[in-house]
């Protein structure tokens, strides 16, 4: 078939997608940011391929459609053998689902690599938009916080775009918390919602179970602080309530780590985190975050907590590191630290109002900066792994920062 030709039915059919999207949201609130945000995103993805082509010559995203190539490559029952072959666990599993589900779509479109490209920046974009609304639905204060946060925000929308995990798993995380909000608006969820939430937690354990970690006790925990009926158990107050829910669900939690994966039980969490964080101080002795040792345990996690929680946030600093693209990941920090810094003189002036959501967003920040800081001490590839919580930092920042005067229209 004609490159042409492909590029075309590519472009067309890219372009239904979207229409049908924006369809859907056309007497929305958001509706004037679909299309700049869905070009913002298709450019990332395409400058995402070029940084990595180009710049550094090599990357996971150019392996992926390089065996994924390979793959198509074959006749077609081998094709189809390929696909279907079980995987040992011994093997990087992941990687090669990727792969597969790559080559896959590679065959069903005939594109290559720019192709392929704006197909997953298109679905990591639609799990960004529909968050978006469900947030503004739930509480219109989010509008500009929402909008900022997942559809405009550059770190975000580049490390989430693109031929990699990080689009695909970025998309089911906002679909599924798109469909918790959902629930949260209506205390019932549609067969087409559903769906979509079964599918997006899917995706997430199945290349990214350690967001799966985090993540799912948080949902349970929220679905069960707006279920129960509290008036019975006498108890009040979000404090009260929250600690009898952790102890409910502790043991729940621990087996559904132990199912998820293997790497998150008790035994081998430790060992595994530890073996990554050695490599990759290792590998990149200069770009490293370098943490004290002390006890050669998790206790070393404990002592570096805010050191890790500090670095997985704000860091790289302006002039920590002058390279590309991490002196431009400095100057994003710059003005993250900035909003903080001016969030909690607004926290200060203006009672916290905790909500179970609120607290529940603390806490998956907290654990997955501390988490991923430690276990890949690598500015570079923590820009990629912190697109899973940095959109909701600049969600509560944005949030907190509208109550400031010198923010507000006069």
């Not at 679905?123 to 947030?135: A, E, I, Q, T, V």
């Not at 490390?159 to 990699?164: A, I, K, P, R």
């Not at 101080?281 to 370098?290: E, K």
């Not at 800081?373 to 500015?379: D, K, L």
Request: net charge positive.
């Amino acid at each position: 078939m004609s490159i042409i030709l492909v590029y075309i039915i590519n472009i067309a059919l890219l372009v239904g997608i979207a229409y049908l999207y924006f369809r859907k949201y056309r007497t929305g609130v958001l509706r004037r940011y679909f299309w700049p945000a869905l070009l913002f995103k298709i450019c990332c993805g395409m400058l995402l391929g070029m940084l990595f082509y180009y710049y550094y010559l090599d990357g996971d995203t150019i392996r992926y459609y390089q065996e994924s190539s390979r793959l198509v490559g074959l006749n077609l029952s081998d094709f189809f053998d390929a696909l279907t072959k079980p995987v040992e666990r011994s093997q990087p599993f992941r990687a090669i689902y990727f792969t597969r589900l790559v080559a896959l779509i590679q065959w069903l479109t005939h594109g290559d690599y720019w192709i392929l490209s704006a197909y997953f920046s298109m679905f990591s974009f639609l799990g960004s938009f529909y968050l978006s609304n469900k947030l503004v639905l739930w509480r219109r204060s989010l509008k500009i916080p929402s909008i900022l946060a997942f559809l405009f925000f550059p770190s975000t929308v580049f490390w989430s775009s693109g031929l990699l995990k990080e689009s695909l798993v970025f998309g089911a995380l906002t679909f599924l918390i798109g469909v918790y909000f959902s629930w949260i608006q209506n205390r019932k969820l549609h067969i087409g919602h559903l769906s979509i939430g079964i599918i997006s937690l899917f995706i997430i354990i199945s290349f990214k179970y350690y967001v799966a970690a985090v993540l799912m006790p948080l949902l349970l925990y929220q679905i069960l602080y707006h279920q129960i009926n509290w008036k019975n158990w006498k108890m009040e107050g979000i404090w009260k309530r929250s600690m009898c829910l952790a102890v409910m669900l502790t043991i729940p939690a621990l087996l559904l780590f132990n199912w998820m994966s293997v790497n998150l039980s008790y035994e081998r969490l430790w060992p595994i985190m530890k073996k990554n964080h050695d490599l990759y101080i290792q590998m990149a002795p200069d770009g490293a975050i370098h943490t004290l040792s002390w006890f050669d345990n998790a206790w070393d996690i404990l002592i570096n907590m805010p050191f890790l929680w500090f670095s997985g946030i704000f860091r790289p600093l302006v002039g920590e590191d002058f390279t590309f693209p991490a002196a431009l990941s400095g100057l994003e920090n710059l003005l993250l630290l900035t909003g903080v810094i001016l969030g909690i003189f607004s926290w200060i002036k203006n009672k916290i109002i905790w909500t179970p959501e609120l607290l529940s967003v603390l806490i998956y920040i907290s654990t997955l900066s501390i988490f991923l800081c430690y276990s890949t001490p690598n500015f570079g590839t923590l820009a990629r792994f912190k697109v899973y919580y940095i959109p909701f930092v600049v969600l509560l920042i944005t949030h907190q920062l509208q109550s400031l005067s010198i923010f507000r229209k006069n």
